[in-house]
């Protein structure tokens, strides 16, 4: 295997000039990727185990450095699943030693880093496997040792904390949350994702200038792309990072508006005034004004001129961030703008109409499509207001109508026999055994607010993943992680998504 060069590091540093620290992290990365080759044979390519050996090594150099993205991973961990890393025992918890080394957290990511080579086939490898614990003790050895001499990345931890962030330091905020998302190793599939999301649009065919194009893409993903640990944004994990540090004090109280409309109504000497569209009592916001290209908004007009665009808040002040579009506000905008303010408010007027039709129940249970369609219809009224015309239903296995205030209604017609409920007559342990795993596993086969809610419900108490050490080891495992593997597969997390 070809060695790793300082050239491939240094493409993860947040600046162009190696060093000797630099020179000893890519021998790390080396040893651990030649640990790696030996593990996984010709499995990935070449380039893969040398992306995941350089990850693994921008972990320990965050160990090492105290840049606190570790600590604050665990931390989070802790408040949502209840341990330090994501499969932990609580009997290994108490040998586990915060701010260093630990072979739970190699196995944990080694996991992480093979099981994003395998999501692309749909396959969920055992976190358990004992070649993952194997692995992550050989490397675990190394870097206990390295541990004693490795060096702090003293320019790394500077550019972070070395100066207080400002109110006017906005594009300094930018600069760190760019190299957090494309080059830290908790956004492993960022890099790719990205190029994905180029490649996708660009055979569209749209006419747009490359440049442009790929601008506009890297802007979407950095402030709202969620394919990460802990399904956060970028935004969102930089505010947990620096929050032990009075210097990015500031970094708390960022946050960014997807892109939207906003009706210019006035400005003065520094900002400019704009009402948000996408809301039906839209607040008023001050933009900055070196924020915003001026040339492009010579004609504005109050109550008329629309600005197309996505807002981030910082230092007390919105900063318009990526493409703009100027136009004025015409009957079609209005329209559209009414259009979707309406389907978000009838979302949540569904959920209240469906939970009182149904005596309190979020999940209605029915034999056949004829029963589903009577709820729908006779109970909702659903076929007269709406004119919904309902696809063919097989209900073999049954089928399910769940709702919910977040995504409304939705029609279950795959797995119904694996839910545990005393109102599901097709429920089926054996089936349940080895498939409700997928309502957990699985983003295709729900919606993440609805596995939430099965699992709230304790419907799936017979969700199992594959163990060496048994099935009922697999069930526990299962039950103990669940949580953790719905917001990991499913990209999203409560916080946010229920």
């Known amino acids: 295997m070809k060695k790793i060069y300082v050239k491939e590091w240094m493409l993860f540093q947040p600046y162009e000039r190696q060093d000797e620290v630099d020179t000893y992290y890519v021998n790390v990365a080396n040893h651990i990727a030649g640990c790696l080759k030996d593990f996984v044979g010709g499995r990935y390519p070449e380039h893969s185990v040398h992306g995941i050996a350089i990850y693994l090594t921008l972990w320990f150099q965050d160990v090492i450095s105290q840049t606190g993205i570790w600590q604050a991973f665990s931390e989070e961990c802790r408040k949502r699943y209840g341990c330090l890393v994501p499969f932990m025992t609580p009997e290994k918890e108490k040998d586990y030693y915060p701010g260093e080394v630990n072979p739970e957290d190699l196995q944990f990511l080694l996991w992480h880093y093979l099981q ?131 210097e990015t004090a500031l970094w708390a109280e960022v946050k960014a508006l997807p892109q939207e409309m906003y009706l210019y109504e006035g400005e003065d000497e520094k900002f400019l005034f704009v009402k948000d ?162 309502f957990i596993l699985n983003p295709n086969v729900i919606p993440y607010d609805l596995s939430c809610a099965l699992q709230d419900a304790d419907t799936l108490p017979d969700a199992c993943l594959n163990s060496a050490l048994g099935e009922e080891h697999g069930r526990e495992t299962m039950k103990r992680n669940a949580r953790f593997f719905t917001d990991y597969f499913f990209e999203k997390c409560r916080e946010k998504d229920c």
């Open 116 to 246: 994003c080579m395998e999501k692309q086939a749909g396959g969920v490898l055992n976190p358990e496997n004992p070649a993952f614990e194997e692995l992550a003790n050989q490397i675990y050895d190394y870097l206990s040792e390295e541990f004693q001499v490795a060096p702090e990345n003293e320019r790394l931890h500077a550019m972070l904390y070395g100066e207080a962030f400002g109110e006017n330091d906005y594009m300094r905020y930018r600069s760190v949350l760019e190299w957090f998302h494309f080059c830290s190793y908790v956004g492993f599939e960022n890099r790719g994702e990205y190029q994905r999301v180029v490649d996708t649009v660009a055979r569209m065919g749209q006419n747009v200038n490359p440049h442009i194009l790929s601008y506009d893409v890297k802007q979407n993903i950095l402030f709202e792309g969620r394919k990460n640990l802990l399904s956060l944004t970028s935004v969102e994990w930089l505010a947990l990072v620096g929050k032990s540090h009075p």
């Open 277 to 438: 569209l996408s809301k039906k009592e839209g607040e008023q916001l001050s933009i900055r004004k070196d924020s915003l290209n001026m040339d492009s908004l010579k004609a504005r007009k109050e109550g008329v001129t629309i600005l197309s665009c996505r807002l981030v808040q910082y230092g007390g002040a919105w900063w318009q961030d990526g493409m703009l579009v100027v136009s004025d506000l015409q009957e079609k905008v209005k329209e559209e703008i009414e259009q979707r303010i309406a389907a978000r408010e009838g979302i949540k007027k569904t959920f209240d109409e469906f939970m009182k039709a149904s005596g309190g129940k979020q999940f209605v249970f029915c034999k056949s499509e004829e029963e589903v369609q009577d709820f729908l219809s006779q109970k909702l009224g659903y076929k007269e207001k709406e004119g919904i015309e309902l696809p063919k239903m097989d209900a073999t296995h049954g089928l399910v109508l769940m709702v919910s205030p977040h995504t409304g209604i939705h029609v279950q017609m795959q797995l119904c026999e694996c839910i545990s409920s005393p109102d599901n007559t097709f429920y089926d342990a054996e089936a349940a055994k080895k498939q409700a795993a997928m």
